[in-house]
């Protein structure tokens, strides 16, 4: 069979957005909107948090288990706020507006974009406080075409890790990447150890298990 001729048999699968959301797979990880309560509730708790260890600082609001399901558009608004937050921790000067900024980025991305969009919300909230930090705007040439890099390390960073949708993986795949880019910029974060930190695979249904470089190995 030619090229030409496979090209003429292939045809796209296409999935309603629209009717995923309202199917019995959805959850809140697509089903949230840019007002969801839940982001409000974990963006108020992030800024309590006196860590300069962002996954320490995650790990410590997941804890607290109220609020804050296993999948959920709220990972889209944290990442960012407690990157930020924990520069500011820090000693770095970060403002309330920029903290307010990164929050308010992360509401615009809707529920399931990793898997329609291509653009996993946890990396793309990380990918937002970077932008801050650099100064990056959609006309800025030189800001905007290393944002772009960024991105895609962190795109390619979990693409690699693989597996099924998870959240939390999302987001320490996106706090590892961020903590290399950032120091690039000058804005240092302690060393933090990600291998085998979840402690969150019993509330995942589809928790990829031993096959996840997150889950908690023995020995």
């Known amino acids: ?5 496979r090209e003429k048999t292939a045809q796209p699968r296409r999935i309603s957005y629209a009717q995923f959301r309202s199917a019995v797979q959805a959850d809140a990880c697509c089903a949230g909107t840019a007002g969801d309560s839940t982001t409000d509730l974990a963006a108020l708790v ?3 948090t006196g860590h300069t260890e962002p996954a320490a600082a995650l790990d410590e609001l997941l804890s607290q288990g109220e609020g804050t399901p296993v999948h959920g558009v709220w990972h889209h608004a944290l990442v960012g706020e407690l990157l930020l937050l924990c520069l500011r921790n820090a000693g770095y000067s970060i403002s309330e507006e920029l903290i307010d900024e990164v929050v308010d980025r992360g509401r615009q991305i809707p529920g399931g974009a990793c898997g329609f969009l291509g653009a996993c919300g946890a990396l793309a909230s990380a990918a937002s406080a970077y932008a801050i930090l650099l100064g990056s705007t959609p006309v800025a040439t030189e800001p905007r075409e290393r944002l772009l890099e960024f991105s895609a390390k962190l795109a390619t960073h979990l693409a690699e890790i693989g597996g099924s949708r998870c959240c939390k993986k999302s987001s320490y795949a ?3 990447v961020a903590r290399h880019g950032f120091a690039e910029l000058g804005f240092e974060l302690p060393e933090e150890k990600f291998e085998g930190r979840c402690r969150f695979f019993a509330q995942n249904d589809t928790c990829d298990g031993v096959e996840c470089v997150y889950f908690p190995r023995k020995g």
């Not at 069979?1 to 001729?5: F, P, Q």
């Open 1 to 5: 069979m030619t090229d030409r001729a």
């Open 46 to 48: 992030a800024r309590q």
């Open 174 to 176: 996106a706090l590892e």
